[in-house]
Nanobody, 119 residues
Framework: QVQLVESGGGLGQAGGSLRLPCAAS????????MGWYRQAPGKERELVAT???????NYGDSVKGRFTISRDNAKNTVYLQMNSLKPEDTAVYYC?????????????WGQGTQVTVSS
């Protein structure tokens, strides 16, 4: 059993910052790529950012230059630092992890955390 638990969501102001941590726990041998996705009302879930176990990052076009993803492998935790927030960043943010245990690799998702940015 693996759990991904997000925190740090809430209300932010345009131009401000928020930081989202996500911690993985449970039956974990290794964690490959971790990432953040978001879904706004009436829209499809979209990529925010991903980071590999080696630290290579990938960002969605709408957040490049504003958001930074990082991870602490010792703590099985991924972070999303969100700067220069915009109202269009309002969405439910989901943590994702590709996690291996006893030769099986699966995709896991957190329950989501709401981020609301006011103008």
């Amino acid at each position: 059993q693996v759990q991904l638990v997000e925190s740090g969501g809430g209300l932010g102001q345009a131009g401000g910052s928020l930081r989202l941590p996500c911690a993985a726990s449970g039956s974990i041998f290794s964690i490959n790529t971790m990432g953040w996705y978001r879904q706004a009302p009436g829209k499809e879930r979209e990529l925010v950012a991903t980071i590999t176990s080696g630290g290579s990052t990938n960002y969605g076009d709408s957040v490049k230059g504003r958001f930074t993803i990082s991870r602490d492998n010792a703590k099985n935790t991924v972070y999303l630092q969100m700067n220069s927030l915009k109202p269009e960043d309002t969405a439910v943010y989901y943590c994702n992890g590709v996690i291996s245990w006893i030769g099986v690799t699966k995709d896991y998702w957190g329950q989501g955390t709401q981020v609301t940015v006011s103008s």
